[in-house]
């Protein structure tokens, strides 16, 4: 099969490329699946670029020991193994597995869904990671429910388009923070408010949320707090932009220590995934895909990410 390899840390176009690999192996309990489409996350461009670098420490020091990025899956399901229950060869699937960007990949059942035929393989990928990072941020980290006020920072993109949309789904008042390019985009999600961060720190506006989902951390942590009403929750969603030894985990971690600061930990199960596909259903949630690249393109796709200003998600088909 063909499969995009990672040869080193750096720029895609350099580390990645295209080789002629073996179809994986799958245990008992694991599903072979020809990949439809994928997407790029957030660990993703992080493991190729090798940043914050401290993190080579655990991925391998001269090149990841997992040589294929990608999580977000949608495909056909190929074979089964022998304990896998309720998935056969021909269903059309979506969730979470590793080495997606490549031919084949193979997926815990678990972690896998039936896709339904009304919704694409590319929005069904582009929708794991990123959607079920906002459903546990909304739903189960915030317990947002009608009338609670959410602030978004980064909400135009992967993460926060959907942020936005599971917000006003379960009934908030949101405010969302983006690029003036993206006001228009975020307001046709939902948002109730825009604030464009070019012309306004929204860090300034006083104590009014009761819950702050900030993709970004560009601000200091103490800062954002400051925006919380009484019994609010910070969630700090970001490992910062590439560069330098640990980036933005510093901020994380001094966060992380603060009374009213929560991580965000989405689970890729089943329970989330259908979560996720009753929230689509409704048509109250829509995934906003930026652009398809082509699985021989997907160096070109993970540098896209790396500008850090994807509107919604990048998504590669094989
Ligand atoms: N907790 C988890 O398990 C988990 C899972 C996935 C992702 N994450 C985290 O979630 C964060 C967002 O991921 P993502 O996939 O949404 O990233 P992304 O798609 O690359 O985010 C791009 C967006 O960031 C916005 N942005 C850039 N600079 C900004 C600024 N100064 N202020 C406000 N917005 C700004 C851009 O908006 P404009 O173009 O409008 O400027 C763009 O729409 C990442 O930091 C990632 O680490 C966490």
Same mark, same amino acid.
């Given at each position: 099969?063909?499969?995009?390899? !990672?040869?080193?840390?750096?720029?895609?176009?350099? &580390?990645?490329?295209?080789?002629?690999?073996?179809?994986?192996?799958?245990?008992?309990?694991?599903?072979?699946?020809?990949?439809?489409?994928?997407? &790029?996350?957030?660990?993703?461009?992080?493991?190729?670029?090798?940043?914050?670098?401290?993190?080579?420490?655990?991925?391998?020091?001269?090149?990841?020991?997992?040589?294929?990025?990608?999580?977000?899956?949608?495909?056909?399901?190929?074979?089964?193994?022998?304990?896998?229950?309720?998935?056969?060869?021909?269903?059309? &699937?979506?969730?979470?597995? !590793?080495?997606?960007?490549?031919?084949?990949?193979?997926?815990?059942?678990?972690?896998?869904?039936?896709?339904?035929?009304?919704?694409?393989?590319?929005?069904?990928?582009?929708?794991?990671?990123?959607?079920?990072?906002?459903?546990?941020?909304?739903?189960?980290?915030?317990?947002?429910?009608?009338?609670?006020?959410?602030?978004?920072?980064?909400?135009?993109?992967?993460?926060?388009?959907?942020?936005? !949309?599971?917000?006003?789904?379960?009934?908030?008042?949101?405010?969302?923070?983006?690029?003036?390019?993206?006001?228009?985009?975020?307001?046709?999600?939902?948002?109730?408010?825009?604030?464009?961060?070019?012309?306004?720190?929204?860090?300034?506006?006083?104590?009014?949320?009761?819950?702050?989902?900030?993709?970004?951390?560009?601000?200091?942590?103490?800062?954002?707090?400051?925006?919380?009403?009484?019994?609010?929750?910070?969630?700090?969603?970001?490992?910062?932009?590439?560069?330098?030894?640990?980036?933005?985990?510093?901020?994380?971690?001094?966060?992380?220590?603060?009374?009213?600061?929560?991580?965000?930990?989405?689970?890729?199960?089943?329970?989330?995934?259908? $979560?996720?596909?009753?929230?689509?259903?409704?048509?109250?949630?829509?995934?906003?895909?930026?652009? $398809?690249?082509?699985?021989?393109?997907?160096?070109?796709?993970?540098?896209?990410?790396?500008?850090?200003?994807?509107?919604?998600?990048?998504?590669?088909?094989?």
């Amino acid at each position: 099969m063909r499969a995009i390899v !990672q040869t080193g840390y750096g720029a895609p176009e350099r &580390v990645l490329r295209i080789e002629e690999i073996d179809v994986p192996a799958i245990g008992p309990d694991e599903v072979l699946v020809r990949v439809r489409a994928t997407s &790029v996350n957030t660990p993703d461009w992080a493991t190729v670029a090798g940043e914050p670098s401290i993190l080579r420490l655990g991925a391998g020091p001269r090149r990841p020991r997992r040589r294929i990025r990608g999580s977000d899956v949608a495909g056909v399901v190929e074979a089964v193994g022998a304990g896998v229950a309720g998935l056969a060869p021909g269903d059309e &699937v979506f969730g979470s597995a !590793q080495g997606t960007f490549a031919e084949y990949a193979a997926a815990p059942a678990a972690r896998l869904v039936k896709k339904p035929a009304g919704l694409t393989f590319t929005d069904a990928a582009a929708s794991v990671m990123a959607g079920l990072t906002a459903l546990a941020a909304m739903r189960d980290v915030a317990h947002v429910s009608a009338g609670t006020r959410v602030l978004v920072n980064g909400a135009s993109g992967g993460v926060g388009t959907m942020a936005v !949309q599971i917000a006003k789904a379960l009934g908030a008042e949101v405010t969302a923070v983006c690029g003036p390019g993206n006001a228009e985009l975020v307001r046709s999600l939902g948002a109730d408010h825009v604030v464009d961060y070019t012309s306004e720190d929204f860090t300034r506006s006083g104590p009014r949320f009761d819950a702050v989902l900030d993709n970004v951390l560009n601000h200091p942590p103490k800062a954002t707090a400051r925006l919380l009403a009484p019994g609010g929750v910070l969630m700090p969603n970001s490992i910062g932009n590439t560069g330098g030894l640990l980036a933005g985990l510093p901020r994380t971690a001094r966060a992380a220590l603060m009374a009213n600061v929560r991580l965000v930990r989405p689970a890729y199960d089943r329970e989330n995934l259908t $979560a996720l596909l009753e929230l689509l259903g409704t048509g109250k949630v829509r995934v906003v895909v930026d652009k $398809a690249y082509p699985l021989d393109h997907a160096a070109s796709a993970v540098a896209h990410m790396l500008g850090h200003h994807a509107r919604g998600k990048i998504v590669i088909t094989a």
